[in-house]
């Protein structure tokens, strides 16, 4: 919301109260001000210009020579390249060493040999926007009227010399999306009445009601709707006051008509539309849901598909209007217009919201109506607009308003009690001071040994309930006139739970490995969430999102983490390695209601692509494999002293995963994730290197509770055997590893892998493994009888169950 401080002036009288100051005090207030501008900021030496004579270019077909008057002696010669310059004009003039908008500098020069001493303006070089500029003058250089003086400063003919107070509304505020709100808010702030004049309007005997007839099929959608008519009106620019108005709270003049709906919009914030009433086929209005397909060309000249979701205005036969949103383009006001129906309503706000979020249509009046309008001067605003339009273009208005439907206001009275209002804020306010801050406000109220009857006018229809009065009175006295209290009470020593703890240490163990903690997006793509996991779950939809790649809650981690590879690799990161501790979310039941809210599920993954290592002068560079994703996860593995209770098992389930590099994670029998290779469809999908990926259970790992049992340091020798076999090539450590120690007995300590061959001397589809086995004996020394009968049992388990050649 831009206010322009010059028009607030006028309705409140803030003359000993910069504009600075009031955005200041209105931040206090509960109000947040983005900022103050002001329009003639930077500029210098900007004066008004008199054409006194204009001949072309000697030298080019699109310039000017002009000689200007600008207050001086002798008459300024300057080359102009406007299309609408012109002799006997008042323009805007640069003079040399003049600033303009961007800071830049006019000097004097020379343009295809002619010398040019300063520059004549458009308003585009004054800072104004494109958007802005009135469309008679958006292609060349803008007229001053015709009582401005040559040599002064333009500023105050351009309404420049004004701040601009930028307000960010919220939406229990919409009361300040007007001038008029404004206007009290500044009253109550400062204890002061505001003034608001009012244009007589003159109404002629001919009845509206006789020249259109008004109908709602459904009044809860349109609670108040309204059409009046103004005849013989003469459709052009409007005056320079209204037009700087308008260019100063960023509304673009187009003509008197239009003009004025806008001005009484930021005035009231009262959302009005002007149909051309000739361009009406039926000579009536009928507000109705919308049929599907039914199509409406837009002021914007686009063409809408409509459906039952939309509020159309129609003339009884087709739309011509979109409610609340914007106005059609085949009963607009032009030049031609003779008798303008004039609008005044108030809509559902959802369905306005719906229709404006479908469009892409976001405008002033759809603003209005979804946050909120008063009520109470739909019918003055109406009358107020026909005045002014009366008086901008000649017409002559009706007698009275054709309403379909009417809907009274009526204040909202709130008891409250002085005691309760000083517990709430903590103070020792008295009755005085309470009445005068309810006087400032505007609001009435009864007061009897301080209990207190509030009547909240219509124009506050965001305060409903005690609370809601107690903040207004909290505003006006002043948050900083609060008293301060320390609080009171017993400390508590936080804590973190062992879940926070063990958490925490995931996350430490990770990063001393060289992972980079990432945090992806919780909401996906339908494909993206199907990808890496076997669970059957339905997806939880979001209902209006924002893009097609956010329109479900993710099933998994990895997918998020690939798009972190990718953004890296896009930006030639060689070394990539990441990891995440987030949520991912479940619906079991794929039949359950829709209703359901998904289990939150904590899995923790990770991703490493690229090199691991750079080359140097003393090493080679490295790059990431299935073994070193592993190495990461066992060490993670063996720091929580969850070792002994994980297995790995090679699985082709998953079919985004490699199906020989992959294996399964499982935790005391119960699978907890997966680990391996992205399959190279998926990198090459991605655009990424070679990649492995884990991701596993991490509410699982964390409430898993391992077992410790002391075991003193043995005083008595170890013994190591060495065994070498030759097995099938499918056949898997792990797979081995079990065998021996189940075979080995109880004074087996460990089991580890040295060697693996294939090659020369093994015949082929076999593979020779080597292992060394550490036996000892807690209590007494072990004897060669025992071991050799140990290892006799492991040798007879391995021909037997893997059908291993004992080498």
């Known amino acids: 919301m831009l206010v322009s401080y010059k028009w607030l002036n006028e309705l409140v009288d803030m003359s000993n109260v910069t504009s600075q100051t009031l955005a200041d005090q209105m931040s206090l207030t509960g109000i947040e001000v983005e900022g103050v501008s002001y ?10 210009g008199d054409v006194k004579g204009c001949e072309p270019h000697p030298d080019a077909d699109h310039l000017s020579v002009c000689q200007v008057d600008v207050g001086q002696e002798e008459l300024l010669q300057i080359v102009c390249g406007a299309p609408n310059i012109k002799a006997g004009i008042k323009v805007i003039v640069a003079l040399p060493s003049a600033r303009i908008a961007g800071n830049a500098k006019i000097k004097k020069g020379k343009i295809r040999g002619q010398v040019s001493n300063g520059m004549i303006c458009s308003l585009q070089e004054l800072g104004y926007s494109e958007s802005l500029v009135p469309k008679e003058y958006a292609e060349g250089i803008y007229y001053l009227p015709d009582e401005a003086v040559p040599g002064e400063e333009v500023y105050s003919y351009l309404a420049m010399d ?6 960010d509304i919220t939406p229990n505020r919409a009361d300040a999306l007007s001038m008029r709100g404004v206007a009290f808010e500044t009253g109550a702030i400062y204890n002061k009445k505001p ?17 259109i007839d008004v109908q709602v099929t459904n009044k809860e959608e349109a609670p108040s709707y309204q059409i009046r008519l103004i005849e013989n009106v003469k459709i052009q620019p409007s005056p320079r006051w209204l037009q700087n108005r308008l260019m100063n709270i960023g509304i673009r003049p187009i003509n008197n008509v239009v003009d004025v709906t806008n001005y009484i919009l930021m005035y009231y914030g009262q959302p009005l539309h002007a149909f051309d009433y000739n361009r009406l086929s039926g000579q009536e209005i009928v507000v109705r849901r919308a049929q599907d397909d039914e199509k409406l060309v837009t002021l914007d000249g686009e063409t809408r598909a409509l459906s039952e979701q939309n509020i159309a205005i129609t003339d009884g036969q087709k739309p011509v209007a979109l409610a609340g949103v914007m106005g059609g383009l085949d009963s607009e006001i032009t030049e031609s217009t003779t008798t303008v129906a004039l609008e005044a309503a108030l809509f559902d706000p959802a369905a306005v919201r719906h229709t404006s979020q479908e469009f892409h249509l976001h405008s002033e009046s759809s603003t209005r109506f979804e946050k909120g309008i008063n009520v109470a001067t739909i019918d003055e605003a109406c009358e107020q607009a026909c005045a002014l339009i009366a008086e901008l273009a000649g017409g002559t208005v009706l007698q009275g308003a054709v309403k379909a439907t009417e809907l009274q206001s009526k204040d909202t009275e709130v008891p409250i009690t002085l005691q309760r209002m000083n517990n709430y804020l903590g103070t020792e306010l008295t009755v005085p001071t309470v009445n005068n801050i309810f006087s400032a406000l505007g609001f009435g109220y009864q ?17 409903a309930i005690e609370a809601d009065v107690v903040e207004e009175v909290a505003r006006i006295y002043g948050y ?4 301060s209290t320390l609080p009171k009470g017993e400390t508590v020593a936080g804590a973190l739970t062992e879940a926070q703890l063990k958490t925490r240490k995931v996350r430490t163990l ?3 490995a060289g992972l980079s903690e990432a945090i992806s997006y919780a909401l996906t793509s339908e494909e993206k969430t199907k990808q890496f996991t076997n669970a059957s779950s339905k997806l939880t939809r979001l209902d209006s999102p924002m893009t097609a790649e956010r329109t479900v809650l993710r099933l998994n981690l990895v997918t998020g983490l690939l798009d972190d590879v990718a953004y890296n690799v896009a930006r030639r990161n060689e070394q990539v390695a990441l990891y995440e501790i987030g949520r991912v979310f479940y619906q079991e039941n794929e039949q359950n209601p829709k209703d359901d809210l998904p289990q939150e599920n904590n899995h923790v993954a990770f991703a490493i692509a690229g090199q691991w290592k750079a080359s140097d002068w003393q090493s080679k560079e490295e790059y990431v494999d299935f073994y070193r994703a592993k190495g990461i996860l066992e060490e993670l593995f063996t ?43 998926v990198t090459k999908q991605y655009e990424i290197p070679e990649t492995y990926v884990a991701e596993l259970d991490l509410d699982t790992i964390l409430s898993t509770k391992p077992e410790f049992t002391y075991v003193s340091v043995t005083r008595y020798p170890k013994v190591t055997r060495d065994i070498a076999l030759i097995v099938e090539e499918d056949v898997v450590n792990q797979t081995l590893v079990q065998t021996i120690e189940k075979a080995a007995g109880r004074f087996l300590q460990t089991v580890s892998l040295f060697d693996v061959y294939q090659g020369e001397n093994v015949t082929s589809g076999y593979k020779s493994m080597a292992y060394r086995l550490t036996f000892v004996n807690p209590e007494a020394t072990l004897t060669d009888e025992q071991v050799n009968k140990a290892m006799t049992n492991v040798e007879k388990a391995l021909t037997e169950n893997l059908a291993a050649t004992i080498r």
């Open 39 to 48: 329009p003639n900021a930077g500029l210098k030496k900007i004066v008004v």
């Open 162 to 167: 004004d701040a601009i107070i930028e307000l």
């Open 195 to 211: 003034t608001f004049l009012k244009k007589e309007l003159r109404e002629s005997s001919a009845k509206a009601a006789d020249k």
């Open 447 to 463: 007061e009897n040994d301080g209990n207190y009857t509030v009547v909240i006018p219509p124009r506050r229809w965001d305060i």
């Open 480 to 483: 900083n006139n609060l008293p």
């Open 510 to 512: 990770f990063e001393a």
């Open 639 to 681: 720091e929580l002293n969850l070792t002994d209770l994980i297995i790995y098992e090679k699985t082709t389930q998953l079919k985004e995963m490699h199906p020989g590099r992959s294996a399964e994670v499982f935790l005391n029998g119960q699978s907890i994730g997966f680990i391996g290779q992205v399959h190279p469809t």
